[in-house]
């Protein structure tokens, strides 16, 4: 299973971003989706998880700025990143959990400058 990730970049403390990524549609509408993030020299963290039934729910680190949700339309889940602080630099990563698999995008660098 192939997760295409989108939209990272660099941004100013205070800015925003979004993030999307698209799944094949065979797998994208039945299952969750997430994405997680790992800094340098930190482990990979939750950011956020949707269910198929468009559910949330948010890492302590992110609620109150951060959106997630999913188009199952356009096999697409987004993640609004608002109010970017510089310890939201890291690579993130799409995730799909089936129940039996995770699959994971390839990751993409997104850059808070204080």
Known sequence: VQ???SGGGLVQAGGSLRLSCTAPGSIFTDNFMGWYRQAPGKQR???ATITSGGSPNYGDSVKGRFTISRDNAKNTVYLQMNSLK???TAVYYCNLHSGT???WGQGTLVTVSS
């Open 45 to 47: 963290e939750l950011v």
């Open 3 to 5: 997760l295409q990730a």
């Open 101 to 103: 698999a995770d699959y």
């Open 86 to 88: 510089p310890e939201d």
